[in-house]
């Protein structure tokens, strides 16, 4: 079963909420692969684009803000995944959603979480230490 963990907490509040959201968005994508909903799933995966939109605006201002030194290198990753999204929400329409698909994603953000974001929380609360 795909869920959040306390392995994966940044240790910034708003991103480890957002962060939780998504995996719960990714949980019931799970639910609907294994019942094959195939329009519920149409509906999270559409909902999980949207939410990724939101919560990489939302992560991208604040690295921008702390002078992330490597803020480039994450914008193209999260360019990368939200083109990725883009693909499997057109192709959910056409046919149910697999479960490679759901590993991939849970794959991916707990892959991302782990290493990725990680690399930016101490500038994140350096910047939160100075306010």
Excluded: C
Aim: net charge negative; no cysteine.
């Amino acid at each position: 079963m795909i869920e959040w963990t306390p392995a994966l907490s940044t240790g910034v509040p708003v991103l480890d909420e957002q962060h939780k959201a998504i995996f719960q968005w990714l949980a019931e994508l799970e639910s609907a692969t294994v019942d094959q909903r195939t329009l519920f799933g149409v509906y999270v995966i559409t909902r999980l684009k949207h939410y990724m939109r939101e919560h990489f605006a939302a992560e991208e201002a604040m690295m921008k803000a702390a002078g992330y030194p490597n803020l480039a290198e994450h914008l193209a990753q999260h360019a990368e995944f939200r083109s990725r999204l883009e693909e499997i929400q057109l192709k959910s329409i056409g046919e149910d959603i697999s479960t490679d698909t759901v590993r991939f994603l849970n794959h991916w953000l707990t892959n991302h979480i782990a290493k990725t974001d990680m690399a930016y929380v101490p500038y994140l609360k350096k910047q939160q230490a100075k306010t």
